[in-house]
């Protein structure tokens, strides 16, 4: 799936290629590269529930999703599990830019059954849950009340341009989950993620992320 290396997505060389994507927010497309500001996540680094990726990125992935009223989403991806993930309310331009979070993929799993999909994607099940305990961390559900035991996830497709390959449609049911860090809030985003020209039910996938400011991100 998208949230793991590309590589392991797209597979090897397709027999056509995409047109170059559009560029998103800070200018950034396929083939560019950005310097990310960790200072400040660095400092928490021993405390954090996984390592942080390397401060420069080489965006190999470029995927749009459309949020309805919350705006367009933005996410970049590099070869190595990376996401820089850009939240505008319209245009690109640094004014419309709402959140910014830098990602990496944390774990994955692939349920084989019908009763293993119902425990994490069904009515009541993992995902949407009101805490998300895994590794010795704890994290409380961002959406709905604190006291509501199961909140259905949100639902959208992300349609992501690679360098080489056809353009693909991924289908994403996410629910975001947050733990504090000293002064830093680390995000969890638990996703089920399908390929929608695939006959497969997909895999549910982990990203744990903290926010950046936009003086923090510096394309080269």
Known sequence: MVFK?????????????????????????????????????????????????????????????????????????DDDGAMLQVLCSGGIGDANIQEITLYHLWDEVVPTTSAEWAAWDGPGGKIG?????????????????????????????????????????????IMPYRREVGSLLETLIIAVERDLASNDRGSVTFMIGYGLAISDVNPV
């Open 5 to 77: 290396s590309l590589k392991g997505l797209f597979g090897g060389p397709a027999q056509t290629t995409a047109a170059p994507a559009a560029t998103g927010p800070f200018g950034l497309g396929l083939g560019r590269a950005v310097v990310l500001e960790t200072l400040r996540l660095r400092l928490e680094e021993s405390r954090l529930a996984m390592r942080l990726p390397p401060e420069t990125m080489v965006i190999t992935g470029h995927g749009v999703a459309s949020l309805d009223a919350s705006g367009l989403l933005h996410r970049f991806y």
């Open 129 to 173: 849950a009101a805490i998300f305990e895994a590794g010795g961390f704890g994290f409380e559900r961002v959406w709905g009340q604190p006291d509501t035991p199961w909140v259905p996830p949100a639902e959208f497709t992300e349609e992501v341009t690679v360098s080489e390959g056809p353009v693909r449609r991924l289908h994403q049911k």
